[in-house]
């Protein structure tokens, strides 16, 4: 990585930390046995597996048992929600409107395919889950509500200890997609009140193509690849590297909990301090869900209608890595579902650019884009106020930093 570049890309992927980097590396050199194998190798690779599982236990507080490794997420949600198929009788699934496309493109093809009937729990303009509507939606009929535990283009967290009581309370189950909040706040699977949570590596700091689903102990939940490795829930060789770099990543934050609040404590501060100093130089610039509770890094945000193309031109240009919301929808094409969800006009939602930090990112880059990135966008910001004197569709989420 180019050292003068400054990385606010951090909800789309992370940098491999040097433990992760070092734990893989030996199990590619040293322990790259098949765990399945009863020789002395195999055995070796078993005992890393296990270590790895319990690193991973201790960090979200569940059991051992109830960790299900995977290719990342997007395989540990599709269990999810394929498994809440038929599960107890029931073909209905609730899922909020802010689900990640992976999620809502699954749930569409089970409702097409499968005849599963899916409800939406749309969100409040500010980014939150309309609960109203969530206790409308959850019927004693639902197998599982799935839920994000925070919004991965806006940061903002969702009730997940309201959910869960209203899905037990019909009988239905809750799943968690929780990729973007683990590794930026804590998250206690034992207290959460969730069936299942699905989690990625690559979000907090370990590799790409590994992650989990956690299945609460007693929940006998169904394959969606057969097989004998982990506990027959997940066919296939475990990914062995990718696994311990797992592992490594949750036992890093583990071990320096106080540093981890410290990081995180620095990064919501460098946030304010980035949205105040684009607000008082950049006038009419929109912070989407700035009047809820969100994850500390993360920033979504409009330069009024200046297209996220454009913006994010001028921000590559300057050394600035950023994106226009999810990376694997960030074309720039289509806009944002989650903020047509939230009432923005289609014009609106396509000038939507997320800017989200990390534990890396330092007060002088936050400087040097509060610096320059206005350089940039007041002279296209003021043509297009005159331009547009009359807007006829105001945003619905006001101008300015709310607590």
Known sequence: MNPDWIYLDNNATTAPSTGVVGAMALALSQTWGNASSSHAMGQEARQALAMARAQVARFLNCKPAEVVFTSGAT???????????GFNGRQRLVLSAGEHAGVQKLARHLAQRQQVEVDWIGL????????????ELITPQVSLVSVMAANNETGVLM??????????????????????????????????????????????????????????????????????????????TENLPGILGLGAAAERLTLAPEAWVNHTATQARLRLTLEQGLLAALPGTVI????????????????????????????????????????????????????????????????????????????????????RLPLELAPLMAEQASAHTAPTSPSPIPTGVFA
């Open 124 to 135: 409040m303009p500010d980014g939150t889950l309309d609960l109203a509507q969530a206790r």
């Open 288 to 371: 989407f869900g700035a009047q809820a509770a969100r994850l500390p890094n993360t920033s979504y945000l409009r330069f009024g209608l200046v297209h996220a193309d454009v913006v994010l031109n001028k921000l590559d240009r300057m050394g600035v890595m950023a994106s226009s919301g999810a990376a694997c929808s960030a074309s720039g094409n289509e806009p944002s579902p989650v903020l047509l969800a939230m009432g923005l006009t289609r014009e609106e939602a396509l000038c939507a650019v997320r800017l989200s930090l990390s534990s890396q990112t330092t007060a002088q880059q936050i400087q040097t884009v509060i610096e």
């Open 75 to 85: 395989e540990a949600n599709h269990i999810a929600l394929r498994g809440a198929v």
């Open 159 to 236: 009730p997940i200890g309201e959910l869960a009581r209203l899905a037990h309370e019909q009988g239905a189950l809750l799943h968690v997609d929780a990729t973007q909040l683990i590794g930026k706040l804590p998250f206690d699977f034992a207290r959460s009140g969730a069936d299942l949570v699905s989690l990625s590596a690559h979000k907090f700091h370990g590799p790409k193509g590994v992650g989990a689903l956690l299945v609460r102990q007693g929940l006998n939940w169904p394959a969606l690849f057969m097989g004998t490795q982990e506990r027959a829930r997940r066919g296939g």
